[in-house]
């Protein structure tokens, strides 16, 4: 079976037809390629009526393209055709996805039981065509395709409201096991509701409404390709030497550090003897199915492991998991409820290497047949969220240590144009979040990596850095990820120190962060805005 979800295109030049004729266009190709598999084919076609108008300034180029359109279907309907029968009609999302869905429960039954294809002839004749048992998989596997595309649109039916956790917040929860913890209230409550327009139009007239947003997908910034493992100096990687951690006091003890991300291997050595409390956010169950969180995690707090050290702050001994991103992404709903939860659990550093994913947001909007501009609205109200969230944490890090740290992003391309820098991402260019570009290592000093988003406020070694593997052993990965570690890292330090001192504010905690960055080691010749304050420099003393 082929679902084949696609708009037609100019004609190709190549490759031509059997005949020597030129396809219509890569759809029509791609179709015959499928077909040559031998495989059922249930061709399907949307009637409902094209937005051409004679006053648009390309009609005829749409008419063209509808012509395409009827003559790549005419095939099919015309005797010897590839889809004999021709092809199923439909006219919008609704009426596909309920004939979809009779040919599934069709292909099904008689999967299981070749006795009930007579008894199935109830079914509309359109979609009954002959199937073989083999085609179960196949059937059940577009049926899952299916549910996650309704769970897509679902998502985007979803309103997320914050509220000021004062308004109604409920009482913590209490654990014995957690006893020294308890007291920290959540940053805000969050609701996620099934709203319509008049609905949402409602709550947004209650004073206690901080900020209403759809709930949108967000994405991991993912790691570049494993370059390979670098010449390390011995028995320390090279990131926890340039940001000073090597020759600090400090390491960490005593400091809650929680990551946002996609899981963590617990049972890896870089984590032993480690207190890790977990909590899966993704919906699908805990543990790092990527290796990213792993690998951050590492950077963070990791004990050495084989003799190198890779961890910033080793001396860390409860560290909070929050798997936020799954195999397929995860929602800006499953933040909210993580940033909360870490909160609660008394987060002292708070490190995340996630983006909201407009790309995706758009493709959704796309298949809905809603109007461009939508997405940048849904886009706008997450981001005015999330600096309302962030304001509630700054309230609360007032007589507590708090630092939110981010990845700045990797989709700048200056390797292959100078001038080609792509701005911090979002959430990590709210306020109150420390966001982080990536430094790499050359003959003449650190230099912004290539890739590294510009304008971030703190810099970090962020190419080829070693730490833990998922499932054992040690990993190299690029990335300002990697950079925003060696940040949350060096926090946990400077944590330790202040507290020490009697300094418990996030205020102090910020201010000795980005003061203490240095742009000595840095190559000659950088632009101050891509390296922010400079590279992040842990407590000496």
């Known amino acids: 079976m082929l679902i084949l979800w696609s708009r037609f295109g100019t004609p190709l030049t190549e490759p031509l037809r059997p005949d020597g004729s030129r396809y219509l266009s890569g759809t029509e190709w791609e179709y015959e390629d499928a077909i040559s598999g031998e495989v059922p084919i249930l061709l399907h076609r949307r009637i409902s009526d094209p937005q051409v108008s004679l006053r648009d300034t390309d009609y005829a180029e749409k008419r063209r ?64 065509t002959p199937w073989q048992p083999s085609m179960l998989a196949i059937v059940d596997r577009l049926t899952r395709q299916l549910a996650e595309k309704e769970k897509e649109i679902a998502n985007l039916r979803q309103t997320l409201i914050l509220r000021s956790a004062s308004q109604s917040s409920p009482p913590v929860e209490h654990r014995p096991e957690h006893d020294s913890e308890l007291g920290h209230p959540p940053a805000a409550q969050v609701e996620v509701l099934h709203l319509d327009s008049t609905e949402v139009q409602a709550v947004a007239r209650d004073p206690a409404v901080e900020a209403i947003a759809p709930v949108i997908p967000i994405k991991l910034i993912a790691p570049l390709t494993e370059l390979g493992m670098p010449a390390e100096t011995p028995g320390i990687a090279w990131g926890v030497t340039a940001v000073g951690a090597d020759k600090s006091p400090f390491t960490g003890n005593g400091v809650v550090v929680a990551v946002l991300d996609t899981g963590i291997d617990t049972a890896h050595p870089a984590f032993t003897g480690l207190t890790i409390i977990k909590r899966d956010f993704s919906g699908e169950g805990n543990g790092d199915w990527h290796g990213h969180g792993t690998h951050f995690a590492g950077t963070v707090f990791g004990r050495p492991v084989d003799g190198t050290r890779i961890g910033v702050a080793p001396g860390v001994n409860r560290a909070l998991i929050a798997k936020t991103i799954g195999s397929k992404g995860g929602s800006s709903d499953a933040l909210v409820l993580a940033l909360n939860w870490a909160i609660e659990e008394g987060a002292e550093v708070i490190v995340l290497s996630l983006r909201f994913d407009l790309v995706t947001l758009q493709r959704q909007f796309r298949e809905l047949d809603s109007m461009s501009e939508r997405p940048l609205e849904a886009f706008r109200a997450n981001v005015r969220l999330f600096d309302s969230l962030f ?60 890739f590294s988003n510009t304008g971030a406020q703190l810099s970090a070694p962020g190419a080829r850095i070693v730490s833990a593997r998922a499932g054992g052993g040690l990993t190299s990965f690029s990335g300002t990820s990697m950079a925003a570690g060696h940040v949350a890292g060096v926090a946990a330090l400077w944590i330790e120190k202040l507290k020490a001192a009697g300094l418990q504010g996030a205020s102090f905690l910020s201010a000795r962060l980005l003061s203490s960055a240095s742009r000595s080691a840095l190559q000659p010749g950088f632009d101050p805005f891509d390296v922010g304050y400079g590279i992040v420099r842990a407590p000496q003393d």
Request: charged share 20%.
């Open 65 to 128: 393209q509808l012509e395409l359109v009827d003559a790549f279907f005419k095939r099919f309907t015309e005797p010897g055709g590839a889809a004999t029968g021709g092809y199923i009609q439909y006219n919008d999302m609704s009426d596909f996805k309920d004939k979809f869905r009779r040919i599934v429960e069709s292909a099904i039954r008689q999967s299981l039981d070749a006795e009930a294809i007579s008894s199935s002839q109830s079914l509309d004749a359109e979609i009954t």
């Open 391 to 450: 304001k509630f944490m700054r309230g609360l890090s007032a007589t507590r240590p708090l630092v939110i740290v981010a990845a700045a992003g990797n989709e700048s391309q200056r390797e292959l144009n100078p001038n080609a820098m792509a701005g911090v991402c979002s959430p990590a260019d709210s306020d109150g979040i420390i966001s982080v570009a990536a430094l790499s290592q050359s003959l003449n000093g650190l230099t912004i990596s290539p």
